[in-house]
C-alpha cells in the first residue's frame, strides 16, 4: 500500500466517523411554543360519571374560539384567573328538576394545568355556576 492510498483511507475513515459523530449528535431543543398558552378540553356529560360525556369542545382564548361563546368564556376565565369554581354564580331561577350532568375540563391557562370535573343537578345550575364556560351546545 502507498502512502497516498493510506492517506486516502484515513481521511475516508475520519470523514465517516465524523459523519456519524454529527449524525448522533442531540437535535437542538425548539424554544419557541407551538401550543396556546389558554386552552381547555372541556366535555359535558348526562348523569353523574365524566367519561358518559355527550358533548365536548376544545376552548382556545388566544384569540377566543372553539365554540359559539368562546369570546365570553375566555373573558370569565380572565376574570377568574383560569378557575372555573372561581367564575362568579348568576343569579338565575333554575327548576329543581333532578337531571345530572357532569362538566369536565382539563387543559392549560398562563403556564399552569387545569383539572375540573363537578356534577350539577341540572344544566341550568351548571350554566349558573360556570358561566358560558360550558355553554357547547350554542344555546
Same mark, same amino acid.
Given at each position: 500500500m502507498t502512502h497516498s492510498s493510506v492517506v486516502k483511507? +484515513?481521511?475516508? $475513515?475520519?470523514l465517516a466517523a465524523a459523519t456519524l459523530l454529527a449524525?448522533?449528535?442531540p437535535a437542538q431543543a425548539d424554544t419557541g411554543r407551538t401550543t396556546p398558552d389558554n @386552552? #381547555? #378540553? #372541556?366535555? +359535558?356529560?348526562? $348523569? $353523574?360519571?365524566?367519561?358518559a360525556a355527550t358533548s365536548g369542545s376544545l376552548l382556545l382564548c388566544d384569540p377566543p374560539r372553539g365554540h359559539r361563546h368562546a369570546a365570553d368564556a375566555c373573558a370569565e376565565l380572565a376574570a377568574a384567573d383560569g378557575r372555573i369554581a372561581g367564575i362568579p354564580p348568576k343569579e338565575v331561577y333554575c327548576p329543581m328538576v333532578y337531571a345530572p350532568v357532569t362538566a369536565h375540563a382539563?387543559?392549560? @391557562?398562563r403556564g399552569r394545568p387545569v383539572a375540573y370535573t363537578e356534577t350539577f343537578p341540572n344544566r341550568c345550575v351548571m350554566a349558573a355556576r360556570t358561566g358560558s364556560v360550558f355553554a357547547l351546545? $350554542?344555546?
Open positions: 483511507a +484515513v481521511r475516508g $475513515g475520519l449524525c448522533a449528535a @386552552w #381547555l #378540553l #372541556l366535555t +359535558v356529560g348526562e $348523569g $353523574g360519571t365524566p367519561s382539563h387543559g392549560e @391557562w351546545d $350554542g344555546s
